[in-house]
């Protein structure tokens, strides 16, 4: 039986790849947060660590000896991930938890990364190995770094690696904080949304099925970065306007209200070439019907 062991399984994107790993038959899971609680479920043990103690990544290691490691835990609080320093401790504790991993034995490494690692100048849908790996922020260079170190590990004999390149993911339990759960907030309470234009054009993947792709990486034990995206470009405005158009508010949208981030690019979405050829995966849900069922389930939790 194989052992997982789940980093950050309590946020947005980790509780989905919790949901995925639970539906897997004959995977032993064990989950680590700060609380060390969570949901009960035979096959799940929950350990309670802060991975920035320095000590911690070792005694995790020892307590549950996993062969596997899927690594999401990282700093992620809208609007500050970008340039926060917190970054780099977070790239420490990363690389801490890899050597103690593969000191453990361990033999399939996955982690989440971000499509911030690519250089966004191009025009071009990004493909892993050939579009530049040119972050201008620091939250993109930190998960850069801790790819070469997954990289390095793996070159020097210990475990596979595989890489996650997470683009625009959405879905039940989004941060809030994010475009479209403010986007819900605001016109739910009658007011104003204050918006760009809306040109942008943006890549959306809904959280389930990134983390079905993740899980599938893990599983199938793969090697390389991939781009864990729908692969498919959708302007802002669109997805805007359809939730809008479903709560019927779209009296309260207000394109150009914002200028456009001149740092952002035009169109950001994935080559799913690799994914699709490598991997044999395409994404499961498309945008417009994702988009209403977490309305719906949103609409449905305040009743």
């Known amino acids: 039986m194989a052992t997982v062991m789940l980093t950050g399984p309590s946020g947005f994107l980790g509780s989905h790849l919790l949901d995925r790993l639970l539906q897997v038959d004959g995977m032993a899971i064990h989950a680590v947060s700060r609380t060390g609680t969570g949901r009960a479920h035979d096959r799940l043990t929950w350990h309670r660590g802060d991975l920035l103690d320095p000590s911690m990544a070792g005694r995790l290691m020892a307590e549950a000896r996993p062969t596997h490691l899927l690594h999401n835990a990282w700093f992620a609080v809208p609007g500050r991930f970008w340039s926060d320093p917190a970054n780099l401790t977070w790239l420490q504790a990363s690389i801490a938890l890899m050597a103690a991993f593969a000191e453990s034995g361990g033999r399939q490494f996955v982690g989440v990364g971000t499509c911030a690692e690519y250089d966004w100048s191009g025009s071009k849908p990004y493909a892993e190995d050939t579009t530049p790996i040119r972050p201008a922020t620091l939250y993109g260079k930190c998960k850069a770094a801790c790819w070469a170190a997954a990289q390095a590990f793996e070159a020097a004999g210990t475990f596979r690696a595989a890489w996650g390149r997470v683009f625009l993911p959405y879905g039940e339990g989004d941060t809030q904080g994010r475009l479209l759960p403010s986007l819900v907030a605001e016109l739910q309470a009658g007011r104003p949304m204050l918006l760009g234009d809306g040109s942008l054009e943006r890549d959306f993947i809904y959280a389930p099925d ?81 988009l209403d069922t977490v309305l719906q389930s949103s609409l449905q939790g305040e009743q």
């Open 210 to 290: 990134a983390a079905d792709l993740l899980v599938r990486m893990l599983i199938s034990e793969a090697s390389g970065a991939f781009n864990v995206a729908s692969g498919e470009a959708t302007a802002l405005a669109v997805a805007i306007e359809h939730i809008a158009g479903r709560l019927g508010r779209n009296d309260l949208l207000r394109f150009g209200a914002r200028p456009t981030p001149v740092s952002e690019p035009a169109k950001l979405v994935a080559d799913p070439a690799k994914v699709r050829g490598t991997l044999q995966w395409r994404p499961h849900m498309p945008l417009l019907r994702g």
